[in-house]
């Protein structure tokens, strides 16, 4: 493991560069066009072009059985910051929309063994789809999504993929933290035991993200997780030795979660997360 990461070190540098050259550069060499769903030396194991919102396949609320994250409320008595609510999810000339808004929803939460939380007052409503076991997951593959964020500041729009059998592992194929800046992406994975398990992230230079479509994709095998961003390879991570579960795909439109709340107060209400499909392939 280590040796491969110290491989890795100056062939990620060089990546990084190479991107933001072409990206400020040469940026007709990015193309975000739809992708043909043949791949060479892959079979295509999921399609969703989003010409409706397939109940059978997605779920719109998260793995861990709540439309929130008690996080909050269990470790600082304080509300959640965003409600994952179905009537945030749509479908509009087959792209599928995951909205976010400042509409507040008042919860109570009882825990698993029953205690009683209390009331709480939620902020924000945001959509969030995923599939799960019994709808699809895959160990190893290509994993693409052609998607574009909200133009408001203040979001966290994230395609990555996540196991129900154990957390970690986790790959975030993109997270954009749009408070940042339109023009960055940035791709972490998480793995080992939890809390304080580890994680290593990069960001990396893109076009601007809310004013057109734009494909990213993830490369995962026994070895190496390699990110893709509008057909160019951006980043590549050894894969950790207990990456052995099925992953299920995420997708969701965020608030970003900082504890001043200055990138929350400058979001703009509603906003949209655009997707025009996710696919999956599987290695021959």
């Not at 999921?46 to 996080?71: L, T, V």
């Not at 408070?179 to 035991?193: A, E, L």
């Not at 030795?241 to 001043?260: C, P, R």
Request: aromatic share 18%; hydrophobic share 35%.
């Amino acid at each position: 493991m280590k040796w491969r990461i110290t491989k890795l070190i100056p062939l990620n540098l060089f990546l990084k560069i190479r991107i933001w050259f072409i990206c400020k550069l040469l940026p007709k060499l990015l193309n975000n066009k739809i992708t043909s769903d043949s791949k060479n030396g892959y079979e295509l194991s999921f399609k969703d072009d989003f010409d409706s919102f397939n109940k059978s396949i997605w779920q719109n609320y998260p793995y861990f059985g709540y439309r929130f994250h008690p996080g909050n409320i269990v470790d600082k008595g304080i509300a959640p910051f965003q409600f994952h609510d179905p009537s945030c999810i749509s479908v509009e000339n087959s792209i599928l929309r995951l909205e976010c808004n400042d509409t507040p929803t008042i919860i109570k939460y009882v825990d698993y063994d029953g205690k009683d939380y209390g009331f709480y007052k939620i902020p924000y409503q945001v959509g969030w789809i995923q599939t799960m076991p019994n709808t699809f997951q895959q160990k190893y593959g290509y994993f693409e999504i052609r998607s574009k964020s909200p133009y408001s500041d203040g979001t966290w729009p994230a395609f990555w993929l996540a196991s129900t059998e154990s957390w970690p592992p986790e790959i975030d194929i993109f997270e954009i933290y749009t408070s940042d800046g339109q023009t960055r992406s940035t791709s972490t994975i998480h793995w080992g035991k939890d809390p304080g398990h580890p994680m290593t992230g990069f960001g990396h230079t893109t076009l601007p993200l809310h004013l057109d479509f734009s494909v990213f994709g993830c490369d995962w095998n026994e070895k190496t997780i390699k990110i893709y961003y509008n057909g160019w390879l951006v980043r590549v991570f050894p894969t950790p030795s207990d990456f052995k579960y099925e992953m299920n795909i995420i997708i969701n439109n965020a608030v970003q979660t900082d504890e001043s709340g200055l990138n929350r107060d400058r979001i703009t209400s509603p906003n949209y997360f655009d997707v025009d499909y996710v696919k999956v392939w599987k290695k021959l």
